[in-house]
């Protein structure tokens, strides 16, 4: 049976090759296809969903932004995306500071409704400019400043769900009675009660979780299911905060339940005035003992950027401008960062920590960061993810082992330990992370294509778990155990909570429909990946250079799933503008990407010939924001053009191309027209060019002013020599037939203000040229 043949009516679904191929990958490396996509609007559509996907026995992926690191939002079901629609702010108590929300609310978008409020959702990852609630709450994600805000965990309330019985329910704290009163309930809900409960009375069960969970200073605990959370509340500890079974619910990455709104406790601002210390150091040690005596004082951030991080920053145009602040060749610099009312509070406490780590004879430069500067040092740190996946060659920065957290006093020797594993494998990791909370991003450079990279991967985790296991620290720190970790939840934690954790699922999900393979029962860790020896890699011929990327396949495949692409319009930067405007994750670039690797990897003759790839392509504005702004380097524009070319190598072009091929000569032919020309303002006119050149009704067709930037230009008076220096104006076709006035201000503005200003002529629209395809006729 289709899904989609008895898909309950009213739902919005995709199940097209081109959805499925969207969605066959998130932000790890991973790719499995899925059977199709749905796009719920409300609970009761997600309710709906649930109840057929129940009968039908198909498993549901929950997805939002799509940046997990561990695979979460792959899986061969119905991947249901959250993030299009069901994305709204529901109710504000700025009394209260409670927020509920969506799933689909991204976190910097809240935070932007809620300071006005004087408020905000302190927990923040390195994505949070596009991932979401929903998503962090399936991770109980973290980021930067957990030391001083903690996890999302820690400031969530309430979870409504539903439940694979296809009941709704609200999971939040309970008093004793409340308590009494959900065990006795005849419903769903108080079988899951009941059944937990008994868990949770088990005293081997204490004993266990007690034994093998993290050490107690570790906050980052990410691995399998909370029972030590549960196990800490009342009546399991009578002294405990009251039980919440949300708490579980947060961290279990879509498995137990499906989330449809959250309310979250607020905070009040920070203070205003912030500064980054930046001390940087000769060896990663000296930085690792560092953070030790840094954290001895009130911080709100302590970020650790090794020297490979920082040399591929220096690759990326987007942010060669942000290392400002790097002084000499560190092996390591951390990034504190201090808040206060007042400018010479916050100067206090930097020299506090300057004389701290001198003290210690710890760093040899300790600049300071303020004001606007303040976010090119963030932006730097949050573009690790991608910068790492523009390495030169074939080999990548790969996240297997990137997400282990220990108690910062065992830091220096777990990592010194790591280099050792590291070294065993003629390895060189990738230092970053959070420091200040234990978690560093551990990142080793394979190329899985080779069978040695690929063995290594696997070699390289488990030897990981068993160190994490070593020094009882937590196998996932905020990115989740997924499919990637929880195949080493046993070497970590043991059996017998293993088996704890699978009665978990059972009690929640007895049918196995959310999200299955993640956390318990999962697949190898090394199945299913987008890259590995026996995968394919075409190398079809291009008329584009693309060798430095391996072929065009891997200027595609240089995409690594980050979703900066994703980001909203309120934020800054350019890409991806259609995105931005449709919230759809084909007319992002990474949607792109991923379509053009999927499709070039189809055994037929000519790859590029795809009407569902055209598709995809069709909304880029080849506006090249990714050639600057992705930090994985894609440049969407290069592989458009060199698509259209090789589609119309088997395929008609249609009138619009050889219109705006020639728009020189046809314009400066309009111009011609003289009297005639209103007669193409006319509105039969306009509806016939409209109609031919395949434009849409509602925008008017600009006609030429009668005069041409050229031909006003050469009645100026001659460039004078200007005393500031020669400048080359260079005036596109568009500009010049249709709004002559502007270049003109511009040639006024710039020779008052002293240049000597040429205009030289170009032969032809190269620019749109190369937008269309035309490549040859662009050389």
Same mark, same amino acid.
């Given at each position: ?54 009968? =039908? ?14 695979? =979460? ?498 934020f800054a930067g350019n890409m991806c503008p259609s995105f931005q405007a449709t919230r759809d994750e084909k007319h992002s670039t990474r949607g792109r990407a991923n379509a053009l690797r999927e499709f070039l990897q189809r055994p037929v003759p000519h790859p590029f010939d795809s009407e569902a790839l055209k598709e995809a392509l069709s909304l880029c504005l080849s506006c090249k924001a990714c050639t600057s702004e992705c930090p994985s380097g894609v440049n969407m524009t290069a592989l458009k053009a060199e698509f259209l070319y090789q589609y119309y190598q088997h395929h008609r072009r249609p009138l619009r191309d050889w219109f705006f091929k020639n728009m020189d000569g046809l314009f400066a032919l309009a111009g011609k027209l003289g009297p005639l020309t209103p007669l193409l303002r006319l509105r039969p006119a306009q509806w016939l060019l409209r109609k031919a050149l395949g434009l849409s009704g509602r925008r008017r067709l600009p006609m030429p002013p009668g005069h041409t930037f050229f031909r006003q230009f050469a009645k100026m008076p001659a460039a004078a020599p200007g005393w500031r220096g020669r400048l080359y104006l260079f005036v596109d076709p568009f ?45």
């Amino acid at each position: 049976m289709k899904p989609h043949s008895k898909l309950p009516p009213g739902l919005e679904a995709e199940f097209t090759p081109l959805a499925r191929a969207l969605y066959a990958t998130d932000a790890s490396m991973y790719r499995e296809q899925p059977v199709g996509v749905v796009f719920p609007k409300s609970a009761e559509e997600v309710q709906r969903l649930v109840a057929f996907a129940s009968q =039908q026995h198909i498993p549901l992926i929950p997805r939002a932004a799509g940046t997990s690191l561990a695979g =979460q939002c792959v899986g061969g079901g119905l991947v249901v995306d959250v993030s299009r629609y069901m994305n709204q702010i529901l109710d504000l108590d700025v009394e209260r500071r409670r927020v509920r929300v969506q799933p689909g609310v991204v976190r910097d978008e809240l935070n932007q409704f809620l300071a006005p409020h004087g408020l905000w959702f302190g927990p923040n990852t390195s994505t949070s400019n596009r991932c979401t609630l929903g998503g962090m709450a399936g991770n109980n994600s973290c980021g930067s400043t957990s030391i001083a805000y903690g996890t999302t965990r820690d400031h969530l309330l309430e979870m409504e769900v539903i439940l694979s019985s296809g009941e709704r329910a609200v999971f939040g704290e309970l008093d004793e009675q409340a308590f009494a009163k959900c065990l006795q309930g005849e419903d769903r809900v108080g079988q899951i009660y009941r059944a937990m409960h008994q868990l949770l009375s088990r005293e081997e069960v204490r004993r266990e979780v007690v034994a093998r969970f993290p050490k107690a200073g570790i906050h980052r605990r990410n691995t399998g299911y909370a029972l030590d959370v549960l196990l800490n509340a009342a009546p399991y500890r009578p002294d405990g905060p009251p039980l919440n079974l949300a708490k579980l619910l947060c961290g279990s990455e879509g498995t137990l339940a499906f989330t449809v709104s959250l309310t979250l406790e607020l905070s009040p601002l920070p203070p205003p005035e912030t500064a980054l210390f930046l001390p940087h150091f000769k060896s990663l040690d000296e930085a690792l003992r560092a953070v030790q005596i840094l954290m001895q004082h009130r911080l709100y951030a302590c970020e650790l950027m090794d020297k490979a991080l920082l040399d591929c920053t220096r690759n990326s145009r987007a942010q060669q401008a942000n290392r400002f602040f790097l002084q000499g060749a560190p092996e390591g610099v951390l990034i504190v960062e201090c808040r206060g009312q007042k400018r010479e509070e916050v100067e206090k406490q930097t020299a506090a920590l300057e004389q701290s780590l001198r003290e210690e004879g710890l760093g040899y430069a300790f600049p300071r960061v303020w004001g606007k500067e303040v976010a090119k040092v963030w932006s730097l740190r949050k573009a690790a993810l991608g910068v790492l996946a523009n390495l030169p060659g074939r080999a990548r920065s790969i996240p297997c082992v990137e997400d282990t957290a220990v108690d910062v006093a065992d830091l220096p020797e777990y990592v010194r330990d790591f280099s050792r594993i590291m070294a065993a494998h003629q390895q060189q990791a990738v230092y970053y992370g959070h420091a200040g909370a234990g978690e560093l991003h551990l990142r080793p450079t394979l190329d899985l294509r080779e069978p040695k990279d690929f063995a290594d991967l696997r070699s390289i985790s488990r030897a990981s778990a068993e160190l994490v296991a070593r020094y009882r620290g937590s196998l996932s720190g905020e990115h989740g155990d997924g499919r990637l970790r929880a195949e080493f939840i046993p070497l970590v934690m043991g059996e017998k909570i293993t088996s704890y954790f699978e009665q978990v699922k059972a009690i929640w999900d007895p049918r196995g429909l959310f999200n299955p393979g993640k956390i318990v029962h999962p697949p190898r860790m090394d199945e299913a990946l987008r890259i590995s020896p026996s995968s394919p890699w075409p190398e079809p011929e291009t008329l584009l250079d693309f060798s430095a990327s391996g072929g065009i396949f891997g200027a595609a495949q240089k995409c690594t799933g980050s979703g900066d692409c994703r980001k909203s319009h309120r934020f800054a930067g350019n890409m991806c503008p259609s995105f931005q405007a449709t919230r759809d994750e084909k007319h992002s670039t990474r949607g792109r990407a991923n379509a053009l690797r999927e499709f070039l990897q189809r055994p037929v003759p000519h790859p590029f010939d795809s009407e569902a790839l055209k598709e995809a392509l069709s909304l880029c504005l080849s506006c090249k924001a990714c050639t600057s702004e992705c930090p994985s380097g894609v440049n969407m524009t290069a592989l458009k053009a060199e698509f259209l070319y090789q589609y119309y190598q088997h395929h008609r072009r249609p009138l619009r191309d050889w219109f705006f091929k020639n728009m020189d000569g046809l314009f400066a032919l309009a111009g011609k027209l003289g009297p005639l020309t209103p007669l193409l303002r006319l509105r039969p006119a306009q509806w016939l060019l409209r109609k031919a050149l395949g434009l849409s009704g509602r925008r008017r067709l600009p006609m030429p002013p009668g005069h041409t930037f050229f031909r006003q230009f050469a009645k100026m008076p001659a460039a004078a020599p200007g005393w500031r220096g020669r400048l080359y104006l260079f005036v596109d076709p568009f500009t010049n037939y249709l709004e002559p006035e502007i270049p003109l201000a511009a040639v006024r503005l710039l020779r008052a203000l002293g240049y000597e200003v040429h205009c030289p002529k170009r032969p032809a629209a190269g620019r749109v040229l190369l937008s269309r395809g035309y490549l040859k006729e662009a050389r």
